[in-house]
């Protein structure tokens, strides 16, 4: 396994977007949804991505994370050129080398938190022995060690959104993608959970895209992009 | 896989309308199937319990047994043709017999066959005049050791010495005894069929070492083609609607298993789109299409496997309590196993129209990533 500074690629940039451009056909329309969108994100830097709605922000996280594919430019995500990766490439750079962690938290509802971790190995070459022990870390780290066995449906909002954190940590990698992660919680659960965001982005030295509405989190990020229209403008 | 097992373990509630009703599929496809391998077994034991290769019908009868005479001409052709062992005259009536301890007007159905050449269960050597052997269903009319029957308007008495099984014959009960027994019962009570010294209704033909390989086209030149010879499973499919009987039940049961592909593809399809923000998250974060449909059919042939399983302890107890002579329910090991494996295929065909919407389950939907 990787350490996140080593994943980071010889550039020693977890993320280098170049010129991305994407693109929808919409009927017999196109909408340009990222236009020309230079990015980059160096090894542990947090970075808060902010727009309006439908500003593209969204369609960038999701190109970065290799769950898009750009009509043009390249992206290169811990040294690995995934522009042209097919779908199965994609896939498994998905499984291997980032996290994801969703604005609806989407545990597993039936599986406890410490299986909710234990999902990342399952869909994997299994790691057996050496992935538990790193679930039972990552939930000793996050102060969920006593709610291992818990269903997702016994657990607070802020300790789901603490299990989602881990799940996405389980394959160490390099860059973490958070989609709004503070949008279903309250104001004192948000800037926990914002806190907890930085605390274990910054101890792991871990890159980190935040998708974000929410003001607390630009103060938290090293640095705020803001994008509108597809493009980005500060 | 795991993920798959565990849903299961841990939502069974989720799973049960579509074990249940896979689980009613499963009782009515072995049911279906055990109703009509006791019909066959019930029309063609006579035939099946058979210690032969061949039986050889007169041509002008058109493969029936009750209209065939062979003669003792043609007998002697048929034992000269080489690669034929041995040769047996059978013969058969169908009477109604009466038994002891039952009503005058409660007529046992049974059939009579004379026979040379033993079939399995008999002895090598047919009983003595007016002895029979009984199918041992013909028990449930009362019929013991030592029940002297009387067939037919002629009263004809046989004396039973003896049981057999699985040799019913057009859903009757049968007894066997000597070509003479026979001849005598048909005479006496069927005068339209009377029968002369050494006629019998067919030949029963055991083959030599080198097997049955053109021996009926050899009998039917050596006879002039006076005589037809079947194999034993074509014998059985010429028998009185034992084709339609077979071909009713498996169009039944044809139409049993598309129900079952149905209710498994609804099921699944319904299932797949509940889990579709599911399949999103867990694409997102690097599983494949492949294992999750994997997990789909896995839920699914587990989902079979326990229907079938309640299926078959469902006919094994039917069948025991079912009285014999009743309904013609027949739970045999091969006809279980079978509509086990169909209904686990069935499921698998099922589930793989949930296929397409498991592969078009977009991972960027998971966090919102396309328009």
């Known amino acids: 396994m990787t350490t996140p500074a080593e994943s980071a690629g010889s550039s020693g940039h977890a993320l280098e977007m170049r010129g991305i451009t994407k693109i929808y056909e919409v009927g017999d329309d196109e909408v340009v949804a990222v236009d020309h969108v ?7 830097e947090i970075v808060a991505l902010v727009g309006p709605s439908g500003s593209g922000k969204t369609t960038l996280c999701s190109i ?29 750079f998905r499984r291997a080398s980032v996290g994801f962690v969703f604005q609806t938290v989407n545990l597993i509802p039936f599986l406890t938190a410490r299986e909710n971790l234990l999902v990342v190995d399952e869909i994997g070459p299994r790691l057996g022995r050496a992935a538990r022990d790193r679930a039972d870390q990552l939930l000793s780290e996050l102060g969920l060690a006593d709610r291992a066995a818990n269903l997702p449906a016994q657990l607070s909002g802020g300790q789901k959104q603490r299990v989602a954190i881990g799940r996405a940590l ?5 860059l973490v993608l958070f989609d709004e992660p503070t949008s279903a919680l309250d104001s004192s659960l948000g800037d926990q959970v914002v806190h907890l965001i930085r605390d274990e982005m910054k101890a792991r030295g871990t890159a980190a895209i935040i998708v974000t509405h929410d003001d607390r989190i630009t103060h938290y990020a090293d640095r705020t992009v803001t994008i509108e229209d597809g493009r980005i403008t500060g | 896989m795991t993920l798959a097992l565990r849903e299961m373990r841990r939502r069974p509630g989720r799973f049960a309308i579509a074990t249940v009703i896979l689980t009613l599929i499963a009782i009515l496809l072995m049911f279906l199937g055990g109703l009509l391998d006791g019909l066959v077994a019930s029309s063609t034991g006579a035939f099946r319990s058979q210690q032969a290769d061949l039986l050889v019908y007169s041509t002008s009868s058109r493969n029936s047994l009750e209209r065939s005479r062979i003669t003792p001409e043609v007998r002697q052709q048929v034992e000269t043709v080489p690669g034929v062992a041995r040769v047996g005259g059978l013969g058969s009536v169908q009477l109604g017999g009466r038994v002891p301890g039952r009503g ?26 007016g002895t029979v052997y009984a199918d041992d269903s013909l028990r449930a009319s009362n019929v013991t050791i030592g029940t002297t029957i009387h067939l037919g308007p002629a009263r004809s008495a046989v004396t039973v010495a003896g049981f057999v099984s699985d040799t019913r014959y057009s859903g009757q009960g049968t007894l066997w005894g000597s070509l003479d027994t026979w001849r005598q019962v048909l005479n006496a009570n069927r005068p339209d069929a009377r029968v002369g010294p050494g006629v019998v209704q067919a030949l029963v033909v055991r083959s030599g070492p080198g097997g049955t390989t053109g021996l009926p086209a050899r009998i039917g030149q050596a006879t002039g083609g006076a005589a037809t010879a079947l194999t034993i499973a074509q014998a059985i499919d010429a028998l009185p609607g034992v084709a339609q009987q077979r071909s009713v ?57 326990i229907a079938s399983l309640i299926g078959i302890v469902a006919s094994l107890v ?14 045999t ?39």
């Open chain 1, 64 to 92: 970065a994370g290799g769950l898009l594919s750009p009509t043009d430019g390249s992206v290169v995500v811990a040294g690995q050129e995934i522009s042209g990766y097919s779908g199965r490439q994609l896939t498994e």
């Open chain 1, 38 to 44: 230079d990015l980059i994100v160096a090894s542990q």
């Open chain 2, 333 to 371: 090991p091969v006809r279980l196993a079978a509509s086990a494996v169909i209904l686990v295929v069935a499921a698998v065909i099922g589930c793989t129209f949930s296929l397409r919407r498991v592969l078009r389950i977009d991972p960027a939907a998971a966090i919102g990533g396309t328009p």
């Open chain 2, 249 to 305: 039940f498996n169009q039944i049961i044809g139409v049993t298993v598309v129900i079952a592909v149905v209710v498994v593809a609804l099921f699944f399809a319904l299932l797949t789109v509940e889990r579709t923000a599911l399949y999103g998250v867990l694409k997102a974060i690097g599983s494949s299409s492949r294992t999750l449909f994997a997990g789909v059919v896995l839920q699914a042939v587990i989902v079979a496997l």
């Open chain 2, 318 to 331: 039917l069948d025991a309590l079912i009285p014999p002579g009743t309904i013609p329910f027949v739970a």
């Open chain 1, 170 to 174: 389980m394959n160490d990698p390099g």
């Open chain 2, 104 to 129: 005058p007007r409660d007529l046992v159905p049974t059939v009579l066959f004379g026979y040379e050449l033993a079939s399995r269960g008999l002895p090598a050597m047919p009983p003595a005049m």
